[in-house]
Protein backbone atom coordinates (compact mmCIF):
# COMPACT_ATOMS: atom_id res chain seq x y z
CA UNK A 1 0.00 0.00 0.00
CA UNK A 2 1.47 3.81 -0.83
CA UNK A 3 0.37 6.54 -2.39
CA UNK A 4 0.92 7.52 -6.17
CA UNK A 5 0.77 10.77 -7.82
CA UNK A 6 -0.69 10.16 -11.08
CA UNK A 7 -0.74 13.23 -14.21
CA UNK A 8 -4.06 12.84 -15.09
CA UNK A 9 -5.36 13.51 -18.53
CA UNK A 10 -6.39 16.94 -17.68
CA UNK A 11 -2.97 17.85 -16.73
CA UNK A 12 -3.03 18.17 -12.81
CA UNK A 13 -1.65 16.34 -10.69
CA UNK A 14 -3.27 13.99 -7.93
CA UNK A 15 -2.27 11.33 -5.45
CA UNK A 16 -3.96 7.95 -4.87
CA UNK A 17 -3.48 5.24 -2.89
CA UNK A 18 -2.50 1.96 -4.38
CA UNK A 19 -2.60 -1.56 -3.38
CA UNK A 20 -1.24 -5.37 -4.39
CA UNK A 21 2.26 -6.02 -5.71
CA UNK A 22 4.44 -3.19 -6.89
CA UNK A 23 4.23 -4.48 -10.55
CA UNK A 24 0.28 -4.05 -10.76
CA UNK A 25 0.49 -0.54 -9.12
CA UNK A 26 3.48 0.73 -11.62
CA UNK A 27 0.99 -0.28 -14.03
CA UNK A 28 -1.61 1.11 -12.93
CA UNK A 29 -0.17 4.13 -12.76
CA UNK A 30 1.50 3.97 -16.13
CA UNK A 31 -2.58 3.36 -17.08
CA UNK A 32 -3.94 6.09 -15.34
CA UNK A 33 -1.74 8.48 -16.54
CA UNK A 34 -2.98 8.80 -19.93
CA UNK A 35 -6.51 7.60 -18.85
CA UNK A 36 -7.90 9.32 -15.89
CA UNK A 37 -8.61 12.55 -15.34
CA UNK A 38 -7.87 14.18 -11.63
CA UNK A 39 -11.04 14.10 -9.76
CA UNK A 40 -11.55 17.79 -9.62
CA UNK A 41 -12.07 17.43 -13.19
CA UNK A 42 -14.08 14.52 -13.15
CA UNK A 43 -16.93 16.05 -11.05
CA UNK A 44 -16.80 19.34 -13.25
CA UNK A 45 -17.02 17.31 -16.32
CA UNK A 46 -19.86 15.16 -14.27
CA UNK A 47 -22.10 18.11 -13.41
CA UNK A 48 -21.57 19.99 -16.48
CA UNK A 49 -23.61 16.79 -18.40
CA UNK A 50 -26.24 16.90 -15.94
CA UNK A 51 -27.05 20.60 -16.33
CA UNK A 52 -26.76 19.87 -20.38
CA UNK A 53 -29.19 17.05 -19.96
CA UNK A 54 -31.38 18.48 -17.58
CA UNK A 55 -31.88 21.88 -19.98
CA UNK A 56 -32.41 19.37 -22.59
CA UNK A 57 -35.07 17.54 -20.55
CA UNK A 58 -36.56 21.57 -19.62
CA UNK A 59 -36.61 22.05 -23.35
CA UNK A 60 -38.30 18.79 -24.46
CA UNK A 61 -40.92 19.13 -21.91
CA UNK A 62 -41.63 22.48 -22.26
CA UNK A 63 -41.68 21.83 -26.36
CA UNK A 64 -44.09 18.37 -25.42
CA UNK A 65 -46.53 20.27 -23.05
CA UNK A 66 -45.56 18.12 -19.82
CA UNK A 67 -46.66 19.30 -16.72
CA UNK A 68 -44.54 20.92 -14.51
CA UNK A 69 -42.88 18.74 -11.72
CA UNK A 70 -43.08 19.53 -8.06
CA UNK A 71 -40.21 19.22 -5.13
CA UNK A 72 -37.17 20.87 -4.66
CA UNK A 73 -35.11 22.24 -7.38
CA UNK A 74 -32.53 18.82 -6.99
CA UNK A 75 -35.48 16.33 -7.15
CA UNK A 76 -36.83 17.95 -9.94
CA UNK A 77 -33.77 18.09 -12.28
CA UNK A 78 -32.97 14.28 -11.12
CA UNK A 79 -36.98 13.20 -12.01
CA UNK A 80 -36.51 15.33 -15.36
CA UNK A 81 -33.82 13.54 -16.54
CA UNK A 82 -35.45 10.01 -15.13
CA UNK A 83 -38.59 11.23 -17.39
CA UNK A 84 -36.74 11.63 -20.58
CA UNK A 85 -34.63 8.63 -20.47
CA UNK A 86 -38.42 6.66 -19.51
CA UNK A 87 -40.12 8.46 -22.40
CA UNK A 88 -37.07 7.99 -24.78
CA UNK A 89 -37.07 4.46 -24.12
CA UNK A 90 -41.32 3.91 -24.36
CA UNK A 91 -40.64 5.95 -27.97
CA UNK A 92 -38.18 3.72 -28.91
CA UNK A 93 -40.18 0.45 -28.07
CA UNK A 94 -42.74 2.22 -30.21
CA UNK A 95 -40.58 2.48 -33.24
CA UNK A 96 -39.73 -1.14 -33.00
CA UNK A 97 -43.22 -2.52 -32.20
CA UNK A 98 -45.06 -0.21 -35.04
CA UNK A 99 -46.88 -2.98 -36.45
CA UNK A 100 -48.88 -3.51 -33.61
CA UNK A 101 -51.22 -1.34 -32.73
CA UNK A 102 -51.96 -2.70 -28.81
CA UNK A 103 -48.29 -2.26 -27.96
CA UNK A 104 -48.62 1.35 -29.63
CA UNK A 105 -51.21 2.28 -27.44
CA UNK A 106 -50.11 0.56 -24.36
CA UNK A 107 -46.95 3.04 -25.19
CA UNK A 108 -48.94 5.99 -25.69
CA UNK A 109 -50.71 5.11 -22.37
CA UNK A 110 -47.83 5.41 -20.34
CA UNK A 111 -45.96 8.17 -21.89
CA UNK A 112 -49.31 10.24 -21.37
CA UNK A 113 -49.29 8.99 -17.76
CA UNK A 114 -45.50 9.74 -17.29
CA UNK A 115 -46.51 13.32 -18.92
CA UNK A 116 -48.64 14.04 -16.58
CA UNK A 117 -46.90 13.01 -13.53
CA UNK A 118 -46.22 15.98 -11.11
CA UNK A 119 -44.19 14.75 -8.80
CA UNK A 120 -40.61 14.38 -8.72
CA UNK A 121 -40.74 11.66 -6.27
CA UNK A 122 -42.65 10.02 -7.88
CA UNK A 123 -40.08 9.12 -10.78
CA UNK A 124 -36.84 8.89 -8.67
CA UNK A 125 -39.00 6.12 -6.31
CA UNK A 126 -39.87 4.35 -9.34
CA UNK A 127 -37.13 5.09 -12.03
CA UNK A 128 -36.60 1.14 -12.43
CA UNK A 129 -39.27 1.08 -14.60
CA UNK A 130 -40.47 1.79 -17.92
CA UNK A 131 -36.61 0.58 -18.75
CA UNK A 132 -36.10 -1.28 -22.06
CA UNK A 133 -35.73 -4.34 -20.58
CA UNK A 134 -38.58 -4.16 -18.20
CA UNK A 135 -40.99 -2.90 -20.64
CA UNK A 136 -39.64 -6.10 -23.39
CA UNK A 137 -40.31 -8.55 -20.34
CA UNK A 138 -43.77 -6.75 -19.49
CA UNK A 139 -44.28 -7.22 -23.49
CA UNK A 140 -43.41 -11.25 -23.58
CA UNK A 141 -45.37 -11.73 -20.32
CA UNK A 142 -48.07 -10.85 -21.99
CA UNK A 143 -47.78 -12.67 -25.10
CA UNK A 144 -51.31 -14.97 -25.98
CA UNK A 145 -49.87 -18.17 -25.93
CA UNK A 146 -52.66 -19.65 -28.45
CA UNK A 147 -53.09 -16.66 -30.83
CA UNK A 148 -49.31 -14.98 -30.88
CA UNK A 149 -51.08 -11.75 -30.36
CA UNK A 150 -49.46 -8.97 -27.81
CA UNK A 151 -51.56 -7.96 -25.00
CA UNK A 152 -50.14 -5.51 -23.44
CA UNK A 153 -51.70 -4.37 -19.91
Same mark, same amino acid.
Request: charged share 35%.
Given at each position: MAWYKIEGICG??? %?KQLYGKCSSRDSYVEWAN?? $? =?CPDCYKMRIEKERLELTEKAKKEASNDNFVEL %? #? /? %???INWALSIRKSKI? /? $????? #? %?? /? /?DNEII =????????SLKNQKSSKWFIDNRSIYSIEFIEDKIEENKDKETGKNLVG
Open positions: HIF %ENH $L =E %E #G /S %EKQD /S $LRKIA #G %EN /S /S =EWIKNKVN
